[in-house]
C-alpha cells in the first residue's frame, strides 16, 4: 500500500524560500514507474499541479508559470521527493498536496488522474 506523507511547510516571508518534503512507501525511487507530484490548493480555488519527478528515470516536469522557481529533488535512502520553491510570493500561499500515480506520464494538467495523495502541508507566505 502506497502512502505518501508530506512535510515542510509553514509561515514564510515574502520572497522567501522553502522546502517541502514527500516521504513515500509502498514503492522504491528509482525503480519503480510512478510520477510523483506537487499539486496546491488555495481556498476557493481548484487543485492545480506543480511538479512532477518520474521515479524510474529520475526526470521532472513543471507547469510553464512554474518554471524557474521550483526545483525538484530526491533521496533515494530516505524514499523521499523534494520540491524547493525560491522567491515565495503571497500567490504561492495554499495547501501543498503530494500525489502519485503508477504510471510514467505526470499528468500535471489532471489531478484526477492521481490516485494516491498526502494529507498536505500549509504554506502561507505572509509578511
Known amino acids: 500500500q502506497v502512502q505518501l506523507v508530506e512535510s515542510g511547510g509553514g509561515l514564510v516571508q515574502p520572497g522567501g524560500s522553502l522546502r517541502l518534503s514527500c516521504a513515500a512507501s509502498g514503492f522504491t525511487l528509482g525503480l519503480d514507474v510512478y510520477a510523483i507530484s506537487w499539486f496546491r490548493q488555495a481556498p476557493g480555488k481548484e487543485r492545480e499541479g506543480v511538479s512532477c519527478f518520474r521515479s524510474s528515470d529520475g526526470s521532472t516536469a513543471f507547469t510553464d508559470s512554474e518554471k524557474g522557481r521550483f526545483t525538484m529533488s530526491k533521496d533515494n535512502d530516505k524514499n523521499t521527493v523534494y520540491l524547493q520553491i525560491t522567491n515565495l510570493n503571497p500567490e504561492d500561499t495554499a495547501t501543498y498536496y503530494c500525489?502519485?500515480?503508477?504510471?510514467?506520464?505526470?499528468?500535471?494538467?489532471?489531478?484526477?488522474?492521481?490516485?494516491?495523495w498526502g494529507q498536505g502541508t500549509q504554506v502561507t507566505v505572509s509578511s
Open positions: 500525489a502519485a500515480r503508477r504510471d510514467y506520464n505526470c499528468l500535471l494538467s489532471a489531478a484526477a488522474a492521481y490516485n494516491m
